[in-house]
């Protein structure tokens, strides 16, 4: 059974916005920070944003004033709003969460 399953990726023009959301089932949701990673052809998958049980954030420089991580513990989600998206974002994002990873869910970015 897969423990986290992601959706909300697509196409989307430079400039626009996409939601991912990572849904997990696990009753231990709120004991473990949540993060979003994302990976590029051919290279190593990268952390974007991690959000603590808290609900304290640590973004990449690269997307730092354009990405909002989240996570809402009654929903057992956590959510990466993209805003002012550019071509250089285009890649397969992953949730991950202790342990338990997301399927992928692909984002492009057109000119």
């Known amino acids: 059974q897969r423990q986290v399953v992601e959706s909300g990726g697509g196409l989307v023009q430079s400039g626009g916005s996409l939601r991912l959301s990572c849904k997990s089932v696990?009753?231990?949701?709120?004991?473990?920070?949540g993060a979003w990673y994302r990976q590029y052809p051919g290279k190593e998958r990268e952390r974007v944003a991690l959000?603590?049980?808290?609900?304290?954030?640590v973004y990449d420089d690269s997307v730092k004033g354009r990405f909002t991580i989240s996570r809402d513990d009654d929903k057992r989600t956590i959510d990466l709003q993209m805003n002012n998206l550019q071509v250089q974002d285009t890649a397969v994002y992953y949730c991950?969460?202790?342990?338990?990873w997301g399927q992928g869910t692909q984002v492009t970015v057109s000119e």
């Open positions: 696990r009753s231990d949701f709120s004991d473990f920070s």
């Open positions: 959000v603590y049980t808290d609900g304290s954030t």
């Open positions: 991950n969460h202790f342990v338990f």
